[in-house]
């Protein structure tokens, strides 16, 4: 089955610096991925779509300046968390569908844990 | 506007059976996803309906009634490494993902 992979599992940065999370498809080629965040006993909420060679799409009230999102090929999409404050510590994870079936299920990294101290 | 509804929380027992509903209002209907979610860890796809009816895989089943905008998950054989979040999402006309809430299962011995 499709498998999207993340890396790192869990950083701790301290406050002001930058963080970077990878997501992969690693059987298949993913135009789109998606970026969500999740803190503690909430529901999974939507930060942006990444679209391969083009711009993000971010949704209302996430600060695109702040989360630097690139697309650069089609099994790589990358977030970086810029001058990170305490409250950015969530739980960040990217997912994709296989093109081309348009009723495919999102698949899941495993997530990275963000600490800011 | 587009809108998923789920139950908070839900117990039950080891070895009994707990069916967990879910209503959907979206733009466009594309399907009904279910995905199960142990705490600290990314979801992972359970089922996915489109027709109405039942689909069972194992243990789990999960239903959809496209007139009503309802869905059910139903795990049978309850075990406690079936304690997590269930999240039911509903695939709209633009191929987007609404998200539930999710749903707390609570097994106990």
């Known amino acids: 089955g499709a498998v999207v992979s993340q890396h790192p599992s869990w950083v701790i940065c301290k406050s002001g610096t930058s963080v970077k999370i990878e997501c992969r498809s690693l059987d298949f080629q993913a135009t789109t991925m998606f970026w969500y965040r999740q803190f503690p006993k909430q529901s999974l909420m939507l930060m942006a779509t990444s679209n391969e060679g083009s711009k993000a799409t971010y949704e209302q009230g996430v600060e695109k300046d702040k989360f630097l999102i690139n697309h650069a090929s089609l099994t790589l999409s990358t977030l970086t968390v810029t001058s990170a404050h305490p409250e950015d510590s969530s739980f960040y994870i990217c997912?994709?569908?296989?093109?081309?079936?348009?009723?495919?299920?999102?698949?899941f990294g495993n997530g990275t844990r963000l600490t800011v101290t | 506007g587009q809108n998923i509804d789920q139950p908070t929380e839900m117990t039950a027992t080891e070895g009994a059976i707990v069916q967990i509903n879910c209503t959907y209002q979206?733009?466009?209907?594309?399907?009904l996803f279910w995905y199960q979610q142990h705490a600290g860890e990314a979801p992972t796809f359970l089922s996915y309906?489109?027709l109405d009816g039942l689909e069972e895989k194992g243990r789990f089943s999960s239903f959809l009634s496209r007139s009503k905008g309802y869905s059910y998950l139903l795990l049978k054989e309850l075990q406690m490494k079936d304690s997590a979040s269930y999240l039911c999402?509903?695939?709209?006309?633009?191929?987007?993902?609404?998200w539930g809430a999710g749903t707390k299962l609570i097994i106990k011995p």
């Open positions: 979206t733009s466009g209907f594309n399907g």
């Open positions: 997912s994709a569908r296989v093109p081309d079936l348009d009723h495919s299920p999102l698949h």
């Open positions: 309906n489109v």
């Open positions: 999402a509903s695939m709209d006309s633009n191929y987007q993902l609404i």
